[in-house]
Nanobody
Framework: QVQLVESGGGLVQAGGSLRLSCAASGRTFSSYGMGWFRQAPGKERAFVAFITWSGGRTSYADSVKGRFTISRDNAKNTVYLQMNSLKPEDTAVYSC?????????????????WGQGTQVTVSS
């Protein structure tokens, strides 16, 4: 069992930065790949970024590539999402999720555990 709690969301102007954190409970955190997803009002939840259990491989949605960076600290049971050059279209609820395998990491069905989410609002 893995419990996930996100933090770091808030209101920021376009062009600004935020760093989201996802704190995990459970001794097996380091064995899970971790992903970030976002859901804007009226839209489906969408893949943002993924990192393998070791941190050795990452992948990103095209819409955030070059602006967002996912990282993890297994000693702290935490995964991060550094978001730079934010745009109004980045406004959404951001959720982290844990995946036992690295298959289907761009799909919500690839993850076993989810956090509640944190709101990110980017003003123009």
């Amino acid at each position: 069992q893995v419990q996930l709690v996100e933090s770091g969301g808030g209101l920021v102007q376009a062009g600004g930065s935020l760093r989201l954190s996802c704190a995990a409970s459970g001794r097996t955190f380091s064995s899970y790949g971790m992903g970030w997803f976002r859901q804007a009002p009226g839209k489906e939840r969408a893949f943002v970024a993924f990192i393998t259990w070791s941190g050795g491989r990452t992948s990103y949605a095209d819409s955030v590539k070059g602006r967002f960076t996912i990282s993890r600290d297994n000693a702290k049971n935490t995964v991060y999402l550094q978001m730079n050059s934010l745009k109004p279209e980045d406004t959404a609820v951001y959720s982290c999720a844990a995946a036992k395998t690295s298959f289907r990491v761009v799909s919500v069905t690839g993850y076993e555990y989810w956090g509640q989410g944190t709101q990110v609002t980017v003003s123009s």
